[in-house]
């Protein structure tokens, strides 16, 4: 339950992403290159007000120094334009988490990214889960030479390092693809790479259950092969759930890896991965807010695997 | 060595061997079916048709793709591996010279895995108090970074403290990144197995004979709770090369994944093979390791083979 519930909050969470972002992923503000995280203030001289922040002005520009104007406080403007919050002066923007080269909101970037991010993982999974369902049922139902024909192919990809055959096969598709193709196409790479992992578990629990009394009533009773398969596969549910907690991760990091080696989304629809590109040793101790990504992916990691604690280890 | 354990050798190297030739050429043959050739990638597009025909024929990108898989695998035998088109030099050379340092890299972090992952799940798995709980939660946070973002971390704090070296090439960086999530799943893997063992009647009977429980512990429960770890060593040796892909891109490792890639993108059909050739055959070899040590531990598992 709570791993079907983890997927459809990644996937939620990929939709409302853009609603959460204050301001546009691809505006570049003048004069914020590298700019601080902004500071909200919810108290000044006079006491407690709403929620506003000080506008940033370059003092040096070749040290990027910014300093606060505190002579022009900026109030926040909540539910308008499409977004949950954003700046109350156009001009200036609220920076949460800092800026990046171009002077675009790392926040609202991270949060845009995040759309593509968790979208592609909450696909893949989705396609590993079926095929692999479907493949290891089937397996472990028919037995025999499918069983051993379907599991020798799914060995082979088993063998294989996950981000080389993904490498591959990706390195084999055109190089340069719109926003919408890269993401059916790195779901579908996905869901090719991780199949087997799903198949071989179900099928292993399938070809136990069939040994056991019900199914071979099931069997004398005239069941068919698809009957009997949906009678065995509900006893795969934990190990299902098991693998979703961990296939959420390891995806999230697959799609930063071909993101970052610049093989997956575009910088006009940067993910995680995409944004990582800009991090170096030198924008990493100059602007530290730029590693963002990283923490967004690590969290994302903890909290599948504090779902991944609390499920019943049945299989 | 016994003779079922050669007999069990020579199969496993048989297989390796298939599982070399039949992943190399699959990668030969994709690169071959994706759009676009070297050709493309050469800043051709304002030479004549007569100049990029000659290269293609050069290349041998003008002959169907089965005669080229076909002279792989003639060129295989003879330890040719065909000439990469992007650097203009044998395809030899370049990836012993990359796939020695990726081995590195994974030979090394898999070795400093295991002597730390080991010993620190078997004094987790036998005893609590506080020693075993601080491992357990070092290794839950540790198993839930994957490699590149430890490295990402690292990097961080090598920047900021200034207690590692992040000169290109320095080795320190890119193995602790792989080694230790790698060390905590191992410690993870030997802690549970450690666990189950000794409290199996053979373990509590020799402790209550009054063999000293270290020697219990350390010795006889050891060699039975190894088995199970070490039959996951094949997806450990997988997932250590898939993470090095991304360690060697961030910490500049030069090793095979960057090569690949170089392959990939400048659509270079007989370095792709190369690169795909090395992988598999560091990935067969890692496997075969941890299948013979397997089978010298417990003798049924070459039996059944």
Same mark, same amino acid.
């Given at each position: 339950?709570?791993?079907?519930?983890?997927?459809?909050?990644?996937?939620?969470?990929?939709?409302?992403?853009?609603?959460?972002?204050?301001?546009?992923?691809?505006?570049?503000?003048?004069?914020?290159?590298?700019?601080?995280?902004?500071?909200?203030?919810?108290?000044?001289?006079?006491?407690?007000?709403?929620?506003?922040?000080?506008?940033?002005?370059?003092?040096?520009?070749?040290?990027?120094?910014?300093?606060?104007?505190?002579?022009?406080?900026?109030?926040?403007?909540?539910?308008?334009?499409?977004?949950?919050?954003?700046?109350?002066?156009?001009?200036?923007?609220?920076?949460?988490?800092?800026?990046?080269?171009?002077?675009?909101?790392?926040?609202?970037?991270?949060?845009?990214?995040?759309?593509?991010?968790?979208?592609?993982?909450?696909?893949?999974?989705?396609?590993?889960?079926?095929?692999?369902?479907?493949?290891?049922?089937?397996?472990?139902?028919?037995?025999?030479?499918?069983?051993?024909?379907?599991?020798?192919?799914?060995?082979?990809?088993?063998?294989?390092?996950?981000?080389?055959?993904?490498?591959?096969?990706?390195?084999?598709?055109?190089?340069?693809?719109?926003?919408?193709?890269?993401?059916?196409?790195?779901?579908?790479?996905?869901?090719?790479?991780?199949?087997?992992?799903?198949?071989?578990? @179900?099928?292993?629990? +399938?070809?136990? =259950?069939?040994?056991?009394?019900? &199914?071979? /009533? %099931?069997?004398?009773?005239? $069941?068919? !092969?698809?009957?009997?398969?949906?009678?065995?596969?509900?006893?795969?549910?934990?190990?299902?759930?098991?693998?979703?907690?961990?296939?959420?991760?390891?995806?999230?990091?697959?799609?930063?890896?071909?993101?970052?080696?610049?093989?997956?989304?575009?910088?006009?629809?940067?993910?995680?991965?995409?944004?990582?590109?800009? @991090?170096?040793?030198? +924008?990493?101790? =100059?602007?530290?807010?730029?590693? &963002?990504? /990283? %923490?967004?992916?690590?969290? $994302?990691? !903890?909290?599948?695997?504090?779902?991944?604690?609390?499920?019943?280890?049945?299989? | 060595?016994?003779?079922?354990?050669?007999?069990?050798?020579?199969?496993?190297?048989?297989?390796?061997?298939?599982?070399?030739?039949?992943?190399?050429?699959?990668?030969?043959?994709?690169?071959?079916?994706?759009?676009?050739?070297?050709?493309?990638?050469?800043?051709?597009?304002?030479?004549?048709?007569?100049?990029?025909?000659?290269?293609?024929?050069?290349?041998?990108?003008?002959?169907?793709?089965?005669?080229?898989?076909?002279?792989?695998?003639?060129?295989?035998?003879?330890?040719?591996?065909?000439?990469?088109?992007?650097?203009?030099?044998?395809?030899?050379?370049?990836?012993?010279?990359?796939?020695?340092?990726?081995?590195?890299?994974?030979?090394?972090?898999?070795?400093?895995?295991?002597?730390?992952?080991?010993?620190?799940?078997?004094?987790?798995?036998?005893?609590?108090?506080?020693?075993?709980?601080?491992?357990?939660?070092?290794?839950?946070?540790?198993?839930?970074?994957?490699?590149?973002?430890?490295?990402?971390?690292?990097?961080?704090?090598?920047?900021?403290?200034?207690?590692?070296?992040?000169?290109?090439?320095?080795?320190?960086?890119?193995?602790?990144?792989?080694?230790?999530?790698?060390?905590?799943?191992?410690?993870?893997?030997?802690?549970?197995?450690?666990?189950?063992?000794?409290?199996?009647?053979?373990?509590?009977?020799?402790?209550?004979?009054?063999?000293?429980?270290?020697?219990?512990?350390?010795?006889?429960?050891?060699?039975?709770?190894?088995?199970?770890?070490?039959?996951?060593?094949?997806?450990?040796?997988?997932?250590?090369?898939?993470?090095?892909?991304?360690?060697?891109?961030?910490?500049?490792?030069?090793?095979?994944?960057?090569?690949?890639?170089?392959?990939?993108?400048?659509?270079?059909?007989?370095?792709?093979?190369?690169?795909?050739?090395?992988?598999?055959?560091?990935?067969?070899?890692?496997?075969?390791?941890?299948?013979?040590?397997?089978?010298?531990?417990?003798?049924?598992?070459?039996?059944?083979?």
């Amino acid at each position: 339950m709570r791993a079907i519930f983890l997927l459809v909050a990644t996937g939620l969470l990929a939709i409302v992403a853009p609603i959460l972002a204050p301001h546009d992923p691809t505006t570049q503000f003048a004069d914020k290159a590298y700019a601080p995280p902004t500071r909200i203030h919810l108290r000044d001289a006079t006491g407690f007000r709403a929620p506003f922040f000080y506008k940033q002005t370059l003092v040096n520009r070749l040290a990027r120094e910014y300093a606060d104007d505190t002579s022009a406080p900026i109030s926040l403007r909540w539910f308008s334009g499409g977004r949950v919050a954003t700046s109350g002066d156009s001009t200036e923007p609220v920076l949460l988490l800092g800026a990046d080269a171009l002077g675009r909101d790392v926040f609202s970037r991270l949060v845009s990214g995040a759309r593509w991010s968790l979208g592609v993982t909450a696909l893949g999974v989705l396609g590993a889960l079926l095929v692999g369902i479907l493949v290891g049922g089937l397996a472990g139902t028919a037995g025999g030479r499918v069983d051993s024909m379907l599991m020798g192919a799914s060995n082979w990809l088993l063998a294989m390092p996950g981000a080389y055959l993904v490498l591959v096969l990706r390195g084999a598709l055109p190089l340069v693809l719109t926003t919408g193709e890269t993401f059916a196409l790195i779901s579908i790479l996905f869901t090719v790479a991780t199949w087997p992992h799903v198949a071989r578990g @179900v099928r292993g629990i +399938v070809a136990a =259950e069939r040994a056991r009394e019900y &199914a071979e /009533a %099931a069997r004398a009773s005239g $069941a068919g !092969l698809w009957r009997l398969m949906s009678q065995l596969l509900p006893a795969a549910r934990g190990f299902l759930a098991v693998e979703t907690v961990l296939l959420v991760p390891a995806l999230l990091v697959a799609e930063a890896t071909v993101s970052y080696l610049s093989l997956g989304f575009p910088d006009a629809s940067a993910s995680w991965g995409t944004l990582l590109q800009d @991090v170096n040793v030198r +924008v990493m101790s =100059e602007a530290p807010w730029m590693l &963002a990504p /990283a %923490a967004g992916i690590f969290a $994302a990691t !903890l909290i599948a695997q504090a779902a991944g604690a609390r499920v019943p280890q049945r299989a | 060595m016994t003779n079922s354990l050669s007999v069990f050798v020579l199969r496993r190297l048989l297989g390796a061997l298939i599982f070399v030739v039949v992943v190399s050429t699959s990668a030969l043959v994709l690169i071959r079916l994706a759009p676009g050739d070297a050709t493309t990638d050469m800043k051709m597009s304002v030479a004549d048709p007569a100049a990029i025909a000659a290269a293609r024929s050069r290349l041998g990108l003008d002959r169907p793709i089965w005669a080229q898989a076909a002279s792989w695998i003639g060129g295989l035998a003879r330890f040719d591996l065909g000439t990469s088109s992007h650097y203009g030099r044998p395809v030899s050379g370049l990836v012993v010279e990359r796939v020695g340092n990726t081995a590195i890299l994974g030979g090394l972090a898999l070795v400093m895995a295991t002597l730390i992952g080991i010993p620190c799940g078997v004094v987790s798995g036998s005893r609590g108090g506080a020693g075993a709980r601080v491992i357990a939660a070092a290794s839950i946070l540790l198993v839930a970074a994957p490699p590149m973002l430890l490295a990402l971390a690292l990097l961080y704090l090598a920047v900021t403290t200034g207690v590692l070296s992040v000169e290109p090439g320095s080795l320190l960086l890119p193995l602790l990144a792989l080694a230790l999530p790698m060390g905590a799943v191992i410690e993870r893997l030997q802690s549970r197995a450690t666990a189950d063992t000794v409290h199996t009647p053979a373990f509590v009977a020799a402790a209550a004979r009054g063999i000293p429980r270290a020697r219990v512990v350390w010795l006889h429960s050891l060699r039975a709770s190894l088995q199970p770890v070490l039959g996951v060593y094949g997806i450990i040796i997988a997932a250590l090369f898939s993470g090095s892909v991304a360690v060697e891109a961030i910490t500049s490792w030069p090793g095979l994944g960057r090569l690949m890639l170089d392959g990939l993108l400048s659509r270079d059909v007989f370095l792709v093979a190369g690169c795909a050739l090395a992988g598999s055959f560091l990935v067969a070899i890692g496997n075969l390791t941890a299948d013979v040590l397997r089978a010298f531990i417990d003798p049924r598992i070459r039996e059944a083979a």
